[in-house]
């Protein structure tokens, strides 16, 4: 199928959703949602070591821009079937995806699964281990484009001299044909574990494997993380023979005042090779008149065996709702690399959700 044809069929789909398929549609026993939100800015965005940019419309200031299908039906004995279907677009081109390439169209999340008592069962495309902990621990949340964690974390950099900084987690934040449990929440805590599994093509069996835990208990919230990865993501691909096995380790919290919300979070990653990353991140959420200001700080320091590098990344916002649904905001950023020129970022732009 031509890339042509293949937007065409997406396209369509996307038409008969819309058409068919009312906001909260509902039968006796089962409901099927369109959801997801629009993200844009005109501004300039730059990291460390890339070529100057000029002032352009951007895509997911605050949060990459999605929408999706979900669906529910009670079963019986407090069981329910489920459905999610989430694709990453881009406000500024209409691209179907995010800003990296290969991205499948439901990139962000593709899973059928089984709710009950006991828990939450799904197959398919399922997030992945590190996607929730990195979100709650930063007041950006999972901000491509903004978050200092979530760029140190996921996002690699092309300097004028190659590349500046490849991503401190592997694997991506969704993993294709997975297998996710979720147990129910006990006591404020609730557990995730992640498989992935390798496909025919694949040798010697790669896969990757993960787990997460949450615990909330008032304005407090701690996080944590461990996975070890041996594939890339969303086409579950082998990582390649430089970077062939990474584990990483992650802990995140969260306090919120009410005047003044807190975060901080510590991440290791290790490689086979003698690769390692440490990454330390703070941040603060102020309520301002209707709005809210943001600041974050992460630091990175890498060690290559040959080499240590250092990474450092700022970003502020102000971010004022409108409505329930639409806010407008203003962000600024400052990112570092060793050995490589600073850069600053700046944008103004406003975000929907539906």
Known sequence: MNMQHRNFTYAALVVLCLITVAPGAAHA??????????????????????AGRGTTVGNGGLTTSWFGLSGREKIGNNLTATFDLESFFQ???????????????????????????????????????????????????????????YVHAHMPTIGTRGPAWANTIQG???????????????????????????????????????????????????????????????????????????TTWFGGMSYNFKWLKLYASYQKSQHKTPLKDKTWQLGASVPAGHGKFMLSWAHTDRD?????????????????????????????????????SSAGSVGIGMRHRF
Do not use: C
């Not at 949602?33 to 890339?50: C, I, P, Q, W, Y």
């Not at 008032?218 to 082998?238: E, I, K, S």
């Open 172 to 246: 991506d934040a969704g993993w294709s044909n997975s297998l996710t449990y979720q147990t129910p929440r006990v006591g404020g805590f609730t557990g995730t574990i992640v498989y992935q599994f390798g496909t025919s093509d694949q040798d010697n069996s790669k896969n990757n494997i993960g787990a997460n835990v949450v615990y909330r208990s008032g304005p407090f919230l701690a996080t944590a993380f461990v996975q070890r990865v041996r594939l890339d993501n969303p086409n579950g691909l082998p990582l390649g023979p430089i970077l062939t096995e990474e």
């Open 29 to 50: 026993d089962s409901t099927v949602t369109l959801h997801g939100l629009a993200d844009a800015f005109v501004g300039r965005m730059k990291s460390s070591g890339e």
């Open 91 to 149: 406000v500024n081109t209409g691209k179907g995806s995010r800003s990296r390439p290969g991205d499948t169209f439901f990139s962000r999340q593709a899973t059928v699964g089984l709710k009950g008592d006991w828990g939450t069962i799904k197959l398919g495309r399922n997030h992945a281990p590190n996607f929730f902990p990195l979100v709650f621990s930063n007041p950006f949340g999972a901000s491509t484009t903004s978050s200092p964690l």
């Open 304 to 340: 290559s065996g040959a080499a240590k590098f250092k990474r450092d990344t700022v970003s502020g916002a102000y971010d004022y709702p409108l409505s329930k649904r639409t806010d407008v905001y203003l962000l600024a950023m400052f990112d570092k690399v060793t050995n490589y």
